[in-house]
C-alpha cells in the first residue's frame, strides 16, 4: 500500500473548495498595496472566478471589488510601523481574505448552474486551480510574475475593456 501522492508538487496541493479558494483569496490579497491599486484586467479576472452569470452580475462584483480593495487600501495607507499598525494590517489582511474567500465560494455553485457550453472548463475548481497556478510562479510578487500593476486613478483603469 502506497498513500504518497503519485506526484509531488512545488507547493500544496489544494484538493476541496474551502481550499482552492482560500488559497486564490490569499493570493488577490496580496496583490493589493496601499500605493499600487489592483489593475483592471486583475479586477476583471477576479470577478470572472465569482462566475456573476450575466453582465449586471458582473458589474455589481467588480464594484464589490472595488469596495474590498478600498477598504484594503485605507487600512494599509493610515497603518504606520508601530505594533498597533502593524496589527491593523494583519487584521484587516485577514479579514479582506476572508471576505474574497467567501466571494470565490460563493461563484463555485453559480458557475456549476450557469452550465457554460463555449467555455473551455465548466469546472469551477478548475478554474482556482488554474487562477493559483498561473499566479503561483513568483512568490516575490504576490504571486503573479510581476509586480503589481498601477493605473493611479486613470479613467481607463475603471473601465470595462
Known sequence: MNDTPS???AGPVETT????AQRAAEMATGWVCA??????????ELVGLQNPGSAQGE?????????WQRQLVRVLAS???????????????????AQ???LLLCGIPSAERLHRPWSTSTDP????????GRHRRDP??????????????????????
Not at 35 to 44: F, K, M, T, Y
Not at 125 to 132: E, G
Open 100 to 102: 474574497m474567500r467567501d
Open 140 to 161: 516575490e510578487s504576490g504571486g503573479a510574475g510581476s509586480a503589481p500593476e498601477s493605473h493611479h486613478g486613470t479613467a481607463a483603469a475603471e473601465e470595462r475593456p
Open 35 to 44: 500605493d499600487n491599486p489592483l489593475s483592471q484586467d486583475r479586477r476583471w
Open 17 to 20: 473548495c474551502e481550499e482552492l
Open 125 to 132: 475548481r478548475a478554474q482556482l486551480r488554474s487562477f493559483i
Open 7 to 9: 506526484r509531488q508538487s
Open 79 to 97: 497603518a504606520d510601523d508601530s505594533e498597533e499598525g502593524r496589527d491593523r494590517v494583519r487584521v484587516a489582511r485577514s479579514e479582506a481574505v
Open 59 to 67: 458589474m455589481h462584483a467588480f464594484d464589490r471589488l472595488g469596495a
